[in-house]
């Protein structure tokens, strides 16, 4: 018999949602570090997405999440490895704001530069074109009322879903959680089950594995574990 606090009954359902993304072309590029520094000044807040979570987004399908579109353009095109591996440190699904992580692009290009006298500059064709993401969320059709409604539903989920909640909506979050960790603390009282997704490390794991350890989680907590 499954425990009556873990069927708790919400007062407002987790509805599913898929995101899509379109990437679009602004048009502008990038053929030095320094150029690289002045348009991430001023550029907006999607363009910064398009260059992280776009990325991420698309590759961790198959594997664990690889570096930002920044850190990949300084090592293959510009050939300054010391930058790359600086930038490379930006882990995009760590930040809960986009604004923080351009203040963190900054500070690493400004204090590089800093360091170096030379303004190595791209071959011609290799310049990094600055790209921009419109998102769109979609409902899927899955809702969920209770901790077992939320576990049939995350079964039949897509990655879109997954990554959507679980990492993106974070960006959304003034405290920096997932909708999932969200709805199943304030919702339904299980915030040990939402610490625990809140936990998973994304850059160790595909999203499918992600979802496989989510739905472990709540499964046993449907048979009454902890």
């Known amino acids: 018999m499954k425990n009556k606090h873990i069927l708790q009954k919400a007062k407002n359902s987790f509805v ?11 048009g502008k590029s ?3 570090a320094r150029s690289l520094l002045e348009a991430l000044k001023t550029c907006p807040d999607s363009v910064i997405y398009a260059h992280t979570h776009r990325f991420l987004q698309v ?4 594997g664990p999440s690889p570096a930002n579109d920044f850190s990949l353009w300084a090592s293959q095109a510009l050939g300054d490895e010391e930058l790359a591996e600086k930038l490379g440190v930006i882990e995009p699904l760590s930040y809960s704001s986009l604004a923080q992580m351009r203040k963190d692009f900054i500070s ?14 791209v ?6 074109h600055l790209l921009s993401s ?26 879109a879903t997954l990554y959507l909640h679980a990492f993106e909506s974070r960006l959304r979050s003034s405290q920096g959680i997932s ?3 969200k709805w199943l603390k304030e919702e339904i009282g299980e915030a040990e089950l939402a610490q625990k ?3 998973i490390d994304p850059h160790a794991q595909t999203l499918s594995e992600i979802k496989e350890n989510i739905l472990a989680m709540t499964a046993q907590r449907l048979e009454g574990g902890q």
């Open 108 to 121: 690493i290009l400004s204090r590089h530069l800093e360091s170096r006298t030379d303004n190595r500059s």
């Open 59 to 62: 590759h961790q399908f198959t």
């Open 197 to 199: 997704i809140a936990d």
């Open 179 to 181: 909708d999932f960790s």
């Open 16 to 26: 599913f949602y898929a995101r899509l993304s379109l990437t679009l072309a602004t």
């Open 30 to 32: 990038v053929s030095t």
């Open 123 to 128: 071959p011609p064709g290799q310049e990094l």
């Open 134 to 159: 419109i998102r769109f969320s979609i409902p899927t059709g899955q809702k969920a009322w209770d901790l077992e409604e939320f576990w049939k539903s995350l079964q039949k989920s897509s990655p």
